[in-house]
């Protein structure tokens, strides 16, 4: 088996509306948007999460946006390190979206943006 050299670049969600989709993610979460991105065709935008990216692609849906898990740690996710779960509960909370903790006792919590793409944060240091 070779040795393949690789990390991630970026991840994709698909959006109903990007500029819904902005204003969680900008807004709410304070991540950066990459404003380079070239016209694909289609409506979009490049989120900054540190050295990666989340591509928003503003596309029609295949999947169901009902009868997802209440907790997002039971449904595909991205997951997040932030500093402060604390800072990141104000921000929720100021913007009325519901998370749930985790289950393991670990300090993190899930929440869905508006498309109900389901997100996780995990308390750590970011070194």
């Given amino acids: 088996m070779t040795d393949l050299q690789m ?48 591509h928003l692609l503003e596309l029609p849906s295949p999947d169901p946006l009902t009868g997802r898990p209440t907790h997002g740690g039971r449904d595909r996710h991205l997951a997040f390190q932030v500093e402060s779960l604390e800072d990141l ?6 913007a009325g979206i519901d998370y749930t903790l985790s289950r393991s006792g670990r300090r ?19 070194v």
């Fill in 7 to 54: 990390r991630l670049h970026h991840a994709s969600l698909i959006v109903s509306d990007t500029q819904r989709a902005l204003a969680f993610y900008r807004d709410v979460l304070g991540l950066t948007v990459d404003l380079t991105r070239p016209d694909l065709g289609y409506p979009g935008a490049w989120i900054q999460v540190g050295a990666h990216q989340i």
């Fill in 89 to 94: 509960v104000g921000a929720l909370d100021a």
């Fill in 108 to 126: 993190a919590l899930f929440c869905r943006d508006p498309d109900q793409n389901a997100l996780e944060f995990i308390e750590q240091p970011l």
